[in-house]
């Protein structure tokens, strides 16, 4: 087992001070019903990968408290109906968790080391999710990824990152998948990525989209050395909005030849280079998908968008685990 290392955010000192806001579920995962977790169960608190295992596997409605640094050995499987929530900022799972076929879970303030060939979270099939306040890197594969059917999720306050620029597959994160064959995934995976800093050591997937639709805003990007930030295709919608693009390659870039759709506004670019592709991209359909929707993005939700200027210094001081939210 390769030995935990812990790494945090350097937060540079602010000329005024920052009021991080409450966590309060929105985006994408409080539409159509909303995600409650385990909200209303009594909390458990887990110490041990047996006992997180455990309460994540079980039946019901749960709130699971990490409290230490927890080396699960692979992945953690949950239900659905689950709460699970870092006691502080200190809260550390080594590997991953693994969601499949579930629905209303929220996953929040903790960082995530993943060890082995893991992803850090794997949402299959599954909708009504919420990842808040989360640190994780160093995923083999991807460090959030989103696929098969999922729905109605939003990640919000998160840092992805590497620790290493020598790794070989450093992806953050992917919603839907491949480029056209996947025609099941249509009218689903709508996500909502806020208040994320795409930090360092990333190639690409910041994420990537296919088939749904994500509304990209206020995000942090300074992963330099990367392919591209933001990709889109094969039916897909994204809405990027008032995000602080930093030193980085493609900030938003259409792959493969599938329609899609991108829109962009209030968005800020220092010392980018290459493409920042918008509106009806493509040349075709996919044979028997003719008719396949790649509308603009209109979120069926309440936001309120930060001024992209202030976007570094706040997703700084707020963004990963914290002592209380």
């Known amino acids: 087992m390769k030995k935990p290392q812990f790494f945090f955010a350097i937060v540079p000192s602010f000329t005024l001070a920052i009021t991080c806001p409450d966590s309060v579920v929105d985006g994408f995962a409080s539409a159509a019903g909303g995600t409650t977790g385990g909200a209303n169960s009594v909390a458990v608190t887990v110490t041990t990968a047996t006992d997180l295992k455990s309460a994540a596997a079980a039946l019901g409605a749960g709130t699971i408290i990490v409290d230490g640094i927890i080396e699960v050995n692979g992945t953690v499987s949950v239900q659905s109906n689950k709460t699970i929530r870092g006691a502080n900022a200190n809260a550390t799972i080594i590997g991953g968790f693994d969601l499949r076929d579930v629905s209303n879970v929220i996953i929040q303030n903790l960082n995530i080391q993943v060890v082995g060939a893991v992803d850090g ?102 992963s330099s050395g ?25 900030s938003h870039k259409f792959l493969y030849d599938v329609y899609a759709y991108a829109s962009d506004s209030g968005n800020v670019y220092e010392n980018t280079t290459g493409l920042r592709d918008t509106g009806k ?28 200027s202030d976007i570094p210094e706040l997703v700084q001081a707020c963004v990963g685990p914290r002592t209380t939210l």
């Not at 620790?163 to 998948?177: C, E, I, P, Q």
């Not at 044979?287 to 209109?298: H, L, M, T």
Request: aromatic fraction near 16%; glycine fraction near 10%.
């Open 281 to 308: 991209k493509g040349s075709k359909d996919v044979a028997g998908q003719e008719g396949f929707k790649y509308d603009p993005v209109s979120p069926p939700y309440p936001f309120t968008l930060d001024a992209a």
């Open 121 to 222: 979270i794997a949402s299959r099939n599954s909708s009504h999710v919420w990842y808040d306040h989360l640190n994780i890197w160093d995923a083999s594969d991807g460090l959030l990824d989103i696929t098969i059917q999922s729905d109605y999720q939003t990640v919000s306050w998160c840092r992805f990152w590497y620790s290493n620029s020598s790794l070989k597959h450093r992806l953050a994160s992917l919603v839907g998948s491949g480029g056209g064959d996947h025609p099941e995934d249509e009218g689903k995976l709508r996500v909502t990525y806020h208040h994320n800093w795409w930090e360092k050591n990333i190639q690409e997937r910041m994420p990537r989209l296919m088939y749904g639709e994500a509304h990209i805003y206020n995000n942090y990007y300074t």
């Open 226 to 250: 990367n392919n591209y930030a933001v990709g889109f295709g094969s039916y897909g919608s994204v809405s990027i909005q008032n995000n602080y693009f930093k030193g980085i390659k493609d």
